[in-house]
């Protein structure tokens, strides 16, 4: 099956401070990327979609000014936290669409970002 | 916009019991998915239903989406450790973004 990367797997950080995640579509290209986040013990929620070249399309209540995407390949996109703060603290999961139109979805490992 | 409704929030079973957890939409949906996601992991795709009324099966799991096509049901026979984790039912927009149904947390007591 088609491989997700996601770095980092997990990171702790201090308020106040920018995070960086990155997710790779090692074996595929996406032209579309959709980046979720996951609070503890809730569901996944769409954070914003992004497609390769172009702005993300942000989902309503989530600052696009604070989550910054950047999609500038096909097979690498970036979601930068910034002023993290302690609410902030969530798992952040990729999900790559591939370039050839199949329907299944791919997801990455996840990201577990921790705001003290 | 589209909600889906997931029940129960949280069940315990005894090892070897059945489980069965209930998807519910306000709307008729076109596609439903099932996922699984393990503690600490990342969704893991189960299934796709399409057409109304559909049944499928995958070894002791059994996925049912409703005539209307708004409700889904998955179903686990004599469940064994390896089932636990949080099972999501989802369904794709037009851009094939998911919105994840809430989820129930299926803890399996040895």
């Known amino acids: 099956g088609a491989v997700v990367s996601q770095h980092p797997s997990w990171v702790i950080c201090k308020s106040g401070t920018s995070v960086k995640i990155e997710c790779r579509s090692l074996d595929f290209q996406a032209t579309t990327m959709f980046w979720y986040r996951q609070f503890p013990k809730q569901s996944l929620m769409l954070m914003a979609t992004s497609n390769e070249g172009s702005k993300a399309t942000y989902e309503q209540g989530v600052e696009k000014d604070k989550f910054l995407i950047n999609h500038a390949s096909l097979t690498l996109s970036t979601l930068t936290v910034t002023s993290a703060h302690p609410e902030d603290s969530s798992f952040y999961i990729c999900s790559p669409r591939p370039r050839d139109g199949t329907d299944t979805q791919y997801f990455g490992p996840g990201t577990r970002l921790t705001v003290l | 916009g589209q909600q889906v409704m997931q029940i129960p929030q949280y069940q315990h079973v005894q090892e070897g019991e059945d489980f069965t957890t209930y998807c519910n939409s306000s709307t008729t949906l076109s596609n439903i998915q099932w996922y699984k996601q393990r503690p600490g992991g990342h969704p893991v795709f189960l299934i796709q239903l399409v057409k109304s009324g559909e049944v499928k099966k995958q070894k002791r799991l059994t996925f049912q989406f409703g005539e209307a096509k708004k409700n889904s049901s998955l179903h686990i026979t004599a469940t064994q450790t390896t089932d636990v984790g949080t099972y999501f039912c989802?369904?794709?927009?037009?851009?094939?973004?998911?919105?994840f149904g809430s989820g129930t947390q299926l803890t399996v007591l040895p």
């Open positions: 989802t369904f794709s927009g037009s851009a094939r973004q998911l919105t």
